[in-house]
């Protein structure tokens, strides 16, 4: 079995850059995008694989032939032709193909759409991976499909507007995969009655994301809805498909991931903007999350940016 992708693929990585292996900072990937861009599209085949990693981009995994088996935190999926799966970005996970496996990955980066006010919500919502199949999802299915392959054509092409197309394909993929749950939850036959709390939960997330470095609990933000906690819980996980503890707290570490990217606050202000009075809780629960110290997160990243 081949570690990372080939450099024999049938579809050559445009502009002719240099290809490394799979980059891994402890078990965070440093995603090699192509130069200028926040995207990267692979061929996968030949038995190629990659080990456990997380990265800060979103990641769709399509089969062609054979078979993949992703496993999670949480779940394993088997992703066979005419299935596509949706990784969120942060999600713990390796790829293993099947034999005589092949499909395409590919690897999105979201940051610019935090300039986009209506996508805000996106960029910061934890979400679980997605798994996307003709069968049982045929509406979506066509549509994502038809967009990644309208992706795929234009990323592979001599088109000087490339980025440009790509980043509009990637905005109306936003559309269909984030912002339409309505409709995605009625083609997995798991529509429910959380429609009639949408426009509260819409407003919850909103503050949360405002009110993160606070001292949020579940029990003070369904008082504040006037819900109970257990159902409030409840219908935060139906709205999210998250709970409210481990959405809390992915949402404070792309703050942290943020801060200690871009600024030389000390770690103990890192972990206040965050919301933790006790930096060494926030160290702790940080490499629980991240596999690494939030000052290591940092030198790796300042090491990085000083090889560019």
Request: glycine share 4%; proline share 5%.
């Amino acid at each position: 079995m081949k570690v990372g992708f080939s450099e024999t693929s049938p579809f050559p990585q445009p502009k002719g850059e240099q290809i490394y292996p799979q980059r891994l900072h402890g078990l965070k990937e440093e995603v090699q995008y192509l130069p200028g861009t926040a995207i990267r599209v692979w061929y996968t085949h030949q038995g190629t694989c990659y080990p456990k990693h997380w990265h800060d981009c979103l990641e769709i995994i399509q089969c062609v032939h054979s078979q993949y088996t992703i496993h999670t935190e949480h779940k394993t999926y088997t992703v066979q032709p005419e299935d596509i799966l949706v990784l969120p970005a942060g999600a713990l996970h390796d790829l293993n193909p099947g034999s005589d496996c092949n499909g395409w990955v590919y690897l999105i980066g979201l940051q610019w759409l935090e300039h986009i006010p209506s996508c805000r919500e996106i960029r910061f919502q934890p979400r679980q991976p997605i798994l996307i199949s003709r069968q049982r999802m045929p509406a979506l299915y066509t549509k994502v499909s038809s967009l990644l392959e309208l992706m795929r054509n234009d990323y592979f092409s001599d088109n000087v507007m490339r980025e440009v197309l790509f980043d509009s394909s990637v905005l109306r993929l936003v559309e269909l995969i984030f912002a339409q749950r309505e409709t995605h939850f009625k083609e997995t036959a798991q529509l429910d009655k959380r429609h009639e709390h949408d426009e509260m939960f819409e407003q919850v997330v909103s503050y949360i994301d405002s009110h993160f470095a606070e001292d949020l609990t579940l029990t003070s933000l369904s008082r504040r809805y006037n819900l109970s906690s257990a159902y409030f819980s409840r219908l935060f996980k139906q709205y999210t498909r998250d709970s409210f503890s481990n959405y809390l707290t992915v949402r404070r570490f792309l703050e942290a991931d943020r801060l200690l990217m871009n600024s030389s606050l000390p770690i103990t202000e890192v972990a206040t903007r965050c919301g933790y009075s006790n930096p060494a809780v926030f160290s702790r629960a940080y490499y629980a999350h991240r596999k690494c110290s939030p000052s290591r997160f940092r030198q790796i990243y300042a090491r990085l940016e000083g090889e560019k």
